[in-house]
């Protein structure tokens, strides 16, 4: 990493609209049969990358490696000089895929039903996932009088939004308590959609008594709304691991711009050494991030309890990717898929065993 302070980076921040959804035979125009993009990335050389990265993420502690690799300097550091970063900041996953089809956005973090769905619309032709960013987070926080899981019968439940990542485990954990729910708000629990900067107003009203919250709503219930935690989700996966987001590209992005992408995975891996290096900065720089983004500061307390309970890491934790889209498909928000292909993680792998560092596995999905 260059010693030099970090050179600015070009920011075109801004929320995403709708995008019109292209064909998938359009989509599936772009792919080529005659080679292996991610084996050209991952034989590339980054030194000579050049070009600009058309990036998306959230203003969300889940997307900490974002906000850390723009906010703290770390991208521009690590990047070659010729590489710009245009930034667009998503309000949620279905908007960044959207974004991707309309070929607005090269690379994204993202939640992983979004990748599934973006995946899936496609025909496995639009989009490949590169690398994992975070894992854990989310989980089940409670009014005081909710002691047992029965006295959720009759509640409302919020999720952030219908078929996002934390409404499927919602509604898929319910489903294997015993309790029926239906897109409508009905059956035995009421499965409410309300947006994350919603949620703590209708829990402190009592709009809804319970939320399946991702950080760092998660920890802003638990210590500012009298919240209690019920489940945290890391309870429901082998070695208390899931993934929380990771990093998608657009495949013609892959195909044309391999030099491009393995510089930014080495960026990517860098954002998660500063993390890991230095908590506290990337806990203020990461704020520092969002209060620019949305004018609102979180509490330190807040954020703090959130990076505590999140994993920042490379490995894209495939099994549960797999795991989340068996339990969609279970309730209903998704038809079969076949996700076998869905990670390209031959440049990431090459960018690890530069550094010495062990590589990551797709397992069944490879």
């Not at 709708?18 to 772009?30: G, H, K, N, Q, T």
């Not at 080679?35 to 050209?40: K, S």
């Not at 499965?191 to 829990?203: G, R």
Request: glycine fraction near 8%; aromatic fraction near 6%; include cysteine.
């Amino acid at each position: 990493m260059s010693s030099a302070s970090p050179r600015p980076l070009k920011r075109r921040s801004v929320i995403a609209a709708a995008a019109a959804l292209p064909a998938v035979s359009a989509l599936a125009a772009c792919g080529t049969d005659d080679e292996n993009p991610d084996e050209a990335a991952a034989d590339a050389d980054s030194a000579t990358a050049s070009g600009t990265i058309r990036l998306g993420y959230f203003g969300n502690v889940t997307h900490a490696p974002a906000l850390v690799g723009l906010e703290a300097g770390v991208f521009a550091d690590t990047l070659p000089e010729a590489v710009t970063i245009e930034e667009t900041v998503f309000n949620a996953g279905p908007s960044a895929i959207e974004a991707l089809f309309a070929d607005a956005i090269d690379i994204s973090y993202i939640g992983p039903n979004p990748a599934i769905n973006g995946w899936a619309q496609s025909g496995g032709q639009a989009l490949h996932i590169i690398a994992g960013s975070t894992s854990g987070g989310a989980g089940l926080v409670v009014k005081p009088e909710i002691t047992v899981v029965e006295d959720l019968r009759g509640k409302a439940l919020a999720t952030p939004q219908l078929g996002n990542t934390q409404d499927v485990a919602a509604r898929y954990w319910l489903k294997e308590q015993g309790f029926a729910t239906d897109e409508n708000g009905g059956g035995d629990v009421s499965v409410t959609p309300i947006d994350n900067s919603e949620v703590a107003a209708a829990f402190d009203d009592g709009t809804v008594q319970a939320a399946w919250a991702v950080e760092p709503r998660y920890s802003d219930l638990l210590l500012k709304h009298g919240g209690v935690e019920f489940l945290n989700e890391r309870e429901l996966w082998d070695g208390g691991e899931f993934v929380t987001t990771h990093i998608i590209v657009s495949k013609t992005f892959l195909d044309a711009q391999p030099a491009l992408v393995k510089a930014f995975l080495e960026g990517h891996l860098a954002a998660l050494d500063y993390i890991a290096a230095n908590p506290d900065e990337a806990q203020v720089k990461s704020n520092d991030r969002i209060e620019a983004l949305t004018d609102k500061r979180l509490d330190d307390e807040v954020i703090a309890a959130a990076f505590a309970n999140l994993s920042f890491t490379a490995d894209p934790i495939a099994a549960s990717l797999q795991g989340s889209k068996e339990h969609a498909v279970e309730i209903g928000l998704l038809d079969e898929v076949d996700l076998t292909g869905i990670y390209a993680l031959d440049a990431l792998n090459q960018v690890l065993a530069d550094r010495g560092d062990a590589e990551v596995s797709a397992g069944d999905l490879a």
